[in-house]
Nanobody, 114 residues
Framework: QVQLVESGGGLVQAGGSLRLSCAAS????????MGWYRQAPTKQRELVAT??????ANYVDFVKGRFTISSNAKNTVYLQMDSLKPEDTAVYYC?????????WGRGTQVTVSS
């Protein structure tokens, strides 16, 4: 059973930084792609950034230049978040896609105070 566990969330002031991590367990296979999503109260879950096993990263416009996604060969994906804004407040979820299916973590709360 593949499980993803996020960590690194918390409370930070606007302009601050946080680094999220997400580690997968329960498989020896490498994920084909990994991503971070977020969901703010009363809003739908939205894509933040993705990265392929080959290292190709993509970002949505509202985080370009502020967030950086990275990963390693041990199925861990990171999201470095700089210059945080109050509108970045949300639960952040990681997602990993394997040849046998996709999986979600349970999320980590990020709160940015003004």
């Amino acid at each position: 059973q593949v499980q993803l566990v996020e960590s690194g969330g918390g409370l930070v002031q606007a302009g601050g930084s946080l680094r999220l991590s997400c580690a997968a367990s329960g498989t020896m296979f490498r994920a084909n792609d990994m991503g971070w999503y977020r969901q703010a109260p009363t809003k739908q879950r939205e894509l933040v950034a993705t990265i392929t096993a080959g290292g190709n990263a993509n970002y949505v416009d509202f985080v370009k230049g502020r967030f950086t996604i990275s990963s390693n060969a041990k199925n861990t994906v990171y999201l470095q978040m700089d210059s945080l804004k109050p509108e970045d407040t949300a639960v952040y979820y990681c997602n990993m896609g394997f040849s046998f299916g996709g999986y979600w973590g349970r999320g980590t709360q990020v709160t940015v105070s003004s």
